[in-house]
């Protein structure tokens, strides 16, 4: 399946709540902070990878008062 990219710079306020359709990849780039899905809480940092798989309600955070969280995600090209 052909895939697109597109990267998410979070800041130590910003969370990001989504549920989307179909599965899609992130790569943490750099910084750290918390992947909460399936009401669970996992701790991302540089060179991490997550599967998200369709419909899973997942939440980014950065856990950091003084860096980015810079994610790089890869979704299906239907997405656009």
Known sequence: MPKELFALILDSIFISTVELGFEHMQ??????????????????????????????????????????????CAVPKEYE
């Open 27 to 72: 790569y943490v780039i750099e910084g750290s902070g918390l992947l909460v899905a399936d009401k669970r809480e996992h701790k991302i940092k540089k060179a991490d990878f997550a599967l998200i798989l369709p419909d899973e309600k997942h939440q980014i955070k950065n856990t950091s008062k003084t860096r980015n969280l810079l994610i790089l």
